[in-house]
């Protein structure tokens, strides 16, 4: 079945550090792949997204690459701020993904010092 | 834009009431709505699928008859756990896709149910 692996937590930085979330996935068919962000206290939030093999999502100074060979979409930032502290969850859409359910990793929490 | 709601945040109940979760979608209309699950250090697992004016697709294992889902409008989806216990414990969140080709989901911000 379809499933999400995201390395474990937390991972602690100092400001200014590069950032890695390696995420890799199991699915059938061409999913979609997303970073959500939850910051403390609030929802999650769309952080980028990416929905055929080799397109690269990136906002906020972060990115992450459909890599179906490796079947991963690890999520790299060049330079973390203390702003940035909060959980990851890397996700896939089930074949299709229009309106698709969404299968998630048991997310990373990122703590950057300043 | 594309903000979603939930109501209330916070709830204490005590075992075998129930409880009323609303979730909604503040700036656009919502064809389906997510109900999710998270547990302490684990993912979010999805609980049900509603579509607007039509009965809750239930992922494998979820009582349909504790957890009742009413999608009554294309901004307004609730979720009542029914008969609540300890162990029903839990965040519970929702999230609305728009539709139309669009296929991200809007999370609401969750709402931390605790069963005495």
């Known amino acids: 079945g379809n499933s999400v692996t995201q390395m474990e937590g937390p991972v602690t930085l100092s400001e200014e550090a590069f950032l890695t979330i390696n995420c890799t996935y199991t699915a059938t068919g061409y999913p979609s792949l997303f970073w959500y962000v939850q910051y403390p206290g609030e929802g999650l939030q769309l952080l980028l997204k990416?929905?055929?093999?080799?397109d690269k999502g990136s906002n906020k100074g972060f990115e992450a690459t459909y890599r179906k060979e490796t079947t991963s979409f690890h999520l790299e930032k060049g330079s973390v701020q203390v702003s940035d502290s909060a959980v990851y969850f890397c996700?896939?859409?089930?074949?299709?993904?229009?309106?698709?359910?969404?299968?998630f990793g048991k997310g990373t929490k990122l703590s950057v010092k300043p | 834009g594309a903000v979603v709601s939930q109501h209330p945040s916070r709830v204490i109940c005590k075992s075998g009431t129930s409880v009323k979760i609303e979730c909604r979608s503040l700036?656009?209309?919502?064809?389906?709505m997510f109900w999710y699950r998270q547990f302490p250090k684990k993912s979010l697992m999805l609980m049900a699928t509603s579509n607007e004016g039509s009965k809750a697709t239930y992922e494998q294992g979820v009582e349909k008859d504790k957890f009742l889902i009413n999608h009554a409008s294309l901004t307004l989806s609730t979720l009542t756990v029914t008969s609540a216990h300890p162990e029903d414990s839990s965040f519970y969140i929702c999230?609305?896709?728009?539709?139309?080709?669009?296929?991200?989901?809007?999370f609401g911000p969750g709402t931390r149910l605790t069963v005495t």
């Open positions: 999230s609305a896709a728009p539709g139309e080709g669009r296929y991200e989901q809007y």
């Open positions: 700036d656009f209309q919502a064809t389906t």
């Open positions: 990416a929905t055929k093999a080799d």
């Open positions: 996700a896939l859409s089930k074949a299709g993904g229009s309106q698709g359910n969404l299968i």
